[in-house]
């Protein structure tokens, strides 16, 4: 087990999907229950002793500023966030990453699966439901080889929003950043990395819905309704 240095919290999206409730507020400070995505998130990380965390900021990042104050957070600004995918917030933050849990900013925990330390890298829940979400794809070995990012009517170990990346991995990400595509996600920097040095790359099981998040306007408005 590998104990967690640091977190990085990516909220530099828009949240496009939930149309109007994006569009003066960005999607990881919508409280449908009373608290942000994202107070919720920073809350269970210093619950696990997990104190030293970044969160990347883009749309509109100014909103996030009041962060630093309430919890001793540092905002990342990633001025990229517009010009490609999640991984130019990688690119922001990659002098801070160590052995760091990286997690998505509009997520929801149900209790708290966060863990201080571990062995594993890529979290992902079995699932026999209709779930709109990347599947795993693994080798023999049992390291992560890629994705079916079209999952939904299928059965398998369904992607969940939470990745942690050991020293030796970092170190091979930040040299092919230079020329990884910055329209591509996270992931694929990280696997394609992973498998360039020869790195494991394993997963993480959670409970089905321990780690979750809303992608419409109905689903938002379902959840915040059924407190």
């Given at each position: 087990m590998i104990k967690v240095d640091n977190a990085v919290i990516l909220a530099a999206g828009r949240g496009s999907r939930l149309k109007h409730l994006t569009s003066e507020t960005p999607k990881p400070l919508?409280?449908?229950?009373?608290?942000p995505f994202i107070e919720d998130i920073i809350l269970k990380l210093k619950e696990k002793q997990i104190n030293e965390i970044y969160v990347v900021v883009g749309y509109l990042g100014e909103k996030f500023n009041y962060l630093e104050e309430k919890f001793g957070v540092k905002i990342i600004r990633n001025t990229e966030w517009n010009n490609?995918?999640?991984?130019?917030?990688?690119?922001?933050?990659?002098d801070c990453l160590s052995n760091t849990l990286v997690l998505n900013g509009d997520i929801i925990l149900k209790g708290n699966?966060?863990?201080?330390?571990?062995e594993s890298?890529?979290?992902?829940?079995?699932?026999?439901?209709?779930?709109?979400?990347w599947i795993v794809e693994l080798n023999k070995e049992g390291n992560v080889e890629g994705f079916i990012k079209e999952g939904l009517g299928k059965t398998g170990l369904y992607?969940?929003?939470?990745?942690?990346?050991?020293?030796?991995?970092?170190?091979v990400m930040k040299e092919n950043?230079?020329?990884?595509?910055?329209?591509?996600?996270?992931?694929?920097?990280?696997?394609?990395s992973a498998k360039q040095a020869k790195i494991p790359f394993k997963t993480f099981e959670v409970g089905e819905r321990t780690?979750?998040?809303?992608?419409?306007?109905?689903?938002?408005e379902e959840y915040a309704n059924s407190k």
């Open positions: 919508l409280a449908p229950r009373g608290i490609g995918n999640n991984v130019t917030s990688i690119n922001a933050v990659k699966p966060i863990q201080n330390e571990y890298s890529l979290t992902y829940v079995e699932s026999n439901s209709n779930i709109d979400e992607q969940r929003e939470i990745i942690f990346i050991t020293e030796p991995l970092v170190k950043l230079a020329t990884f595509d910055m329209e591509e996600y996270q992931e694929y920097l990280m696997i394609d780690i979750f998040d809303l992608d419409t306007v109905e689903e938002f």
